[in-house]
Nanobody
């Protein structure tokens, strides 16, 4: 089992940057594919970015591609989301998620139902 704790959210002006962190407990972080999702008020939770447990492959939603970067540091049991050129429509609660993978490979996952564990979320607000 793994516990996830997000941090790094806050209020930023449009065009600014934030870096979210998600610290995972447990000794097998490298066995988990990781993802970032977000949910704005009145909207469904949506995929933002995913990274394979190997760290080799990544995927992004079209809305953030070229602006956001997901990375992971297995030595620190942490996954990051670097967010640049932020827009007001990026305002949401951001969640990290972990999926236990048997046989670490290059898969990353877009569907929220694929993930086994979730953090509590961190608020990101982008003002215009």
């Amino acid at each position: 089992q793994v516990q996830l704790v997000e941090s790094g959210g806050g209020l930023v002006q449009a065009g600014g940057s934030l870096r979210l962190s998600c610290a995972a407990s447990g000794r097998t972080f490298s066995s988990y594919a990781m993802g970032w999702f977000r949910q704005a008020p009145g909207n469904e939770r949506e995929f933002v970015a995913g990274k394979s447990c190997s760290g080799i492959t990544t995927g992004y939603s079209d809305s953030v591609k070229g602006r956001f970067t997901i990375s992971r540091d297995n030595a620190k049991n942490t996954v990051y989301l670097q967010m640049n050129s932020l827009k007001p429509e990026d305002t949401a609660v951001y969640y990290c998620a972990a999926k236990l993978v048997n046989g670490c490979g290059t898969n990353w996952y877009r569907r929220d139902t694929s993930y086994d564990y979730w953090g509590q979320g961190t608020q990101v607000t982008v003002s215009s």
